[in-house]
């Protein structure tokens, strides 16, 4: 009788199952076509529609509006798990907020990780021209909701998935429209030539410790006050050729502050991604090259720093949804590491010796990628969750410890509004910030009630310590005398450093009483802020090229939080002339003379390198998007200027004005010869110390001595003569490279090139000025302790 009721049991559970399956519309059904085509690109529309109706037809998924985009799109996360977790949804929250914070007992937390399931993030499509990760997701949902394997099964029962099908809704639309226009056209492959983000672009991937964008707030909302996953998926399509997938491990060097139990944990990961790869044929994967475990800052690389694991996977991509099939001949015998690229290695055992590559081929991979990292987060949940507890609690003692103790970040200072945005971003990132409840003091220093106090005794100690201290970048090199490994990103981020806030460092444990700090809500910047501005706002513009340039998306950013009305000049107009009739002030962003001069020529090929060996690659740019403002642009900015006008050049962008305008300056960093021989100037993204002239109109209100983000920058030595520098012709330094200790942050080679030398400069040319500046005051958006300099600059024509 027992034997005949399981059998009964197993057919219902199997007829329901069946039931529940053709209630749930397969990818096709829904789209008209299987996401992952040859030629076809799914849009957020479209996406977000299946999604709709999965959740309308099965119990195992509930979908959640979490915010929306920075052009109002609305943002969306899936809660995929069996029907039974998803009721006591709340409840799971509950026990994992509990002890990813380290608010249990150790009694407690035994019995809530036995309790509760593994959260596991999966995000798709940050870096929208990534096309493969948000074509994948319906496949994804998809298989989670119908899927009756016991592997799938298993991972609905311990496994709450919280899946983002789109994390970029305005860049999937960008980019699934421009696909689609030049399908079976010579401008098939085109880059985009638009930023995808509206104002970061690919830099979306750099902004998760500033959350700048309404897109990194929200998800760094659930990532680190809500829902604290234990693995944290974020998916690209960039993988170093001919590897078909790059998965952890992480190169060298790593950042000391990431938990060492975090790192063992991405490196177990990486090796159950790299064993499901095998299983299942696909070779390819590749480990331990170009991605770096250093910086913070990255949707992989944030959560590190927060006790979870950041798992990022790059997989091949040839471009959009378009295949190519590749010749034996064209895989090369190395990649760039030196390593080799057709016979099997430590780190990739299983090389990929060419054929056809498809849109689809990737969808699979990255298929492959989830369900090991789902399997082997369902094989062991309890595992995850205690983990969790215990990395928050080792943090917690560590902390109490002391070296550091404390922050104190006075709230009187020259920089108070600053302060508070810094702490506004960090507590946005599960950062607990604290206010002192009454005066106290240590050897000798004293605070004030009401400073602010970021004790280091709590859970994400690493990621507060990793923002507040100095960064000493590792000289990692091949071999004794070899070349240092380059930083995958910067060397040095420092947050107090580039938002020019004052703080001071507690080592020993001491007695302070404190308050929590409520959230803190944004708040205008003081009128202090623009000086030079007066009654008169100056008209200002920015030069917007089709070349999607980053810094331009991040100089509009910065105007637009200050409310800075400017216009977007292309370059038709720049071309016309007549400029100082509309405007005061251009800025021209970073980017090298060439591309302002020039753009994207027509009926060349664009994009990458890979594609110019390829003679059918149909990537030329659209004739209307081809093009820069030519000599007679660059003529016309030199009339502009001479006409009262003040063009401001950012970087790399100051190389027009030095090349073509008859101004006494000239550079001292020759564009293209960074490197580390001979004692050459090589800044991979560090905090420089800089001296600024508070008497200079360019400098007023800065202080005496500040930091500067340098991404390579340039010096600059006056070269007019004493008696010839007055009038239509001065040239002044408004701001210095200190002259010794230059870096603060970071890694720097070469110092002696720029030490003592000028690093804004203001040239008179006839009634208006060039400001040039050898680094960017606005880098993304994140430098508040220079963005003064910039507003000076563009007030100096209306002064």
């Not at 690389?301 to 471009?319: C, D, K, R, V």
């Not at 971003?425 to 910030?433: I, L, N």
């Not at 107009?573 to 962003?589: H, Q, S, T, V």
Request: hydrophobic share 40%.
């Amino acid at each position: 009788m027992p034997q005949r009721q399981a059998i009964v049991r197993r057919t219902f559970l199997a007829l329901t199952a069946i039931a529940l399956c053709a209630a749930v519309p397969t990818p096709k059904e829904h789209f008209g076509f299987t996401p992952g085509e040859d030629y076809k690109l799914a849009n957020y529309a479209e996406l977000t529609g299946y999604f709709k109706k999965l959740a309308a037809s099965s119990d195992r998924i509930r979908l959640v509006e979490f915010g929306q985009s920075s052009e109002g799109r609305p943002m969306y996360v899936a809660f995929i798990s069996s029907a039974e977790n998803l009721k006591r949804l709340e409840r799971y929250r509950e026990i994992n907020r509990r002890l990813a914070l380290g608010l249990a007992t150790g009694q407690e937390a035994a019995k809530l990780a036995a309790e509760g399931k593994a959260i596991v993030w999966i995000d798709s499509g940050l870096h929208a021209t990534e096309v493969a990760p948000a074509q994948h997701a319906p496949h994804l949902a998809y298989r989670m909701l119908t899927g009756e394997s016991d592997e799938i099964r298993r991972i609905r029962d311990n496994v709450i998935l919280m899946q983002v099908p789109v994390i970029n809704p305005d860049g999937l639309d960008m980019t699934a429209s421009w696909y689609r226009q030049n399908l079976g056209t010579p401008h098939e492959l085109a880059p985009l030539p638009q930023l995808y983000q509206k104002y970061a672009g690919h830099d979306n991937n750099r902004d998760w410790f500033m959350l700048n964008l309404p897109e990194t707030r929200h998800v760094s909302r659930l990532l680190f006050r809500e829902w604290f996953p234990h693995i944290v998926y974020n998916q690209h399509q960039v993988a170093p050729f001919p590897a078909r997938i790059f998965i952890p491990p992480y190169a060298e060097p790593l950042n000391p502050h990431i938990p060492s139990a975090v790192m063992e944990g991405i490196n177990l990961i990486g090796s159950a991604m790299k064993e499901r790869f095998a299983r299942e044929n696909k070779p390819g994967a590749i480990s331990y090259l170009n991605f770096d475990a250093w910086w913070n800052g990255g949707l992989r690389s944030a959560p590190a720093f927060h006790n979870m694991h950041g798992i990022l996977t790059e997989t091949a991509l040839y471009q959009y949804a378009t295949p190519r099939v590749y010749q034996p001949s064209e895989i090369p015998e190395r990649f760039s590491s030196g390593i080799p690229a057709r016979e099997p290695t430590v780190f990739y055992q299983r090389p990929w010796l060419g054929g056809r590559w498809a849109l689809m081929d990737a969808v699979d991979y990255i298929l492959t990628a989830d369900f090991a990292i789902l399997e082997l987060a369902a094989s062991r949940p309890d595992h995850f969750l205690l983990k969790a507890w215990q990395m928050a609690s080792a943090q917690i003692e560590a902390g109490k410890k002391g070296g550091p103790y404390a922050y104190v970040i006075p709230a009187s200072q020259p920089a108070a509004w600053a302060a508070v945005e810094m702490l506004r971003r960090m507590q946005a990132s599960g950062v607990e910030v604290r206010r002192a409840a009454s005066a106290f003091n240590l050897n000798g220093k004293s605070w004030a009630q009401g400073d602010y106090v970021l004790l280091a005794s709590q859970p994400f100690r690493p990621y507060l310590v990793d923002l507040m201290e100095p960064q000493k970048y590792p000289e990692i090199r091949s071999g004794a005398t070899g070349p240092t490994r380059r930083p995958y990103d910067l060397a040095g981020w420092t947050l107090p450093f580039q938002m020019g806030v004052q703080f001071d460092r507690i080592d020993q444990p001491i007695d302070i009483r404190t308050e929590a700090v409520a959230d803190i809500v944004p708040s205008a910047p003081p009128a202090s802020w623009f000086p030079n501005g007066g009654a008169q706002r100056p008209r200002v513009a920015l030069y917007s090229p089709y070349t999607a340039n980053i810094d331009t998306g991040w100089t509009q950013w910065v105007l637009d939080y200050f409310h800075i009305d400017h216009s977007l000049v292309r370059n038709d107009e720049i071309r016309a002339g007549a400029l100082r009739r509309k405007y005061d002030a251009i800025i021209l962003a970073q980017q090298s003379m060439a591309s302002i001069l020039h753009g994207s020529r027509q009926g060349e090929s664009q994009g990458r390198a890979d594609w110019q060996s390829f003679a059918d690659a149909k990537n030329a740019q659209r004739p209307e998007f081809t093009g820069g403002i030519g000599l007679e642009g660059a003529r016309n900015l030199q009339e502009f200027v001479e006409q009262g006008g003040t063009l401001v050049t950012l970087d790399s962008a100051s190389e027009l004005p030095l090349e073509l305008f008859p101004i006494g300056v000239r550079g001292l960093i020759r564009a293209g010869a960074e490197g580390e021989s001979s004692g050459a100037w090589y800044c991979p993204g560090s905090i420089l110390r800089i001296t600024t002239d508070p008497a200079h109109p360019l400098a007023a209100g800065m202080p005496k001595e500040a930091y500067a983000t340098s991404t390579g920058g340039q010096a600059f030595e006056i070269t007019v003569l004493p008696e010839f520098n007055k009038g239509e012709r001065e040239v002044k330094a408004a701001v210095w490279y200190a002259s010794k200790e230059l870096l603060a942050s970071g890694w720097l080679s070469g110092e002696r090139v720029a030490a003592g030398k000028a690093a804004v400069v203001d040239a008179r040319l006839g009634q208006g000025h060039v400001v040039l500046f050898g680094f960017r005051p606005q880098f993304r958006g994140q430098s508040f302790g220079t963005f003064r300099l910039l507003f000076n600059a563009l007030g100096l024509s209306v002064r």
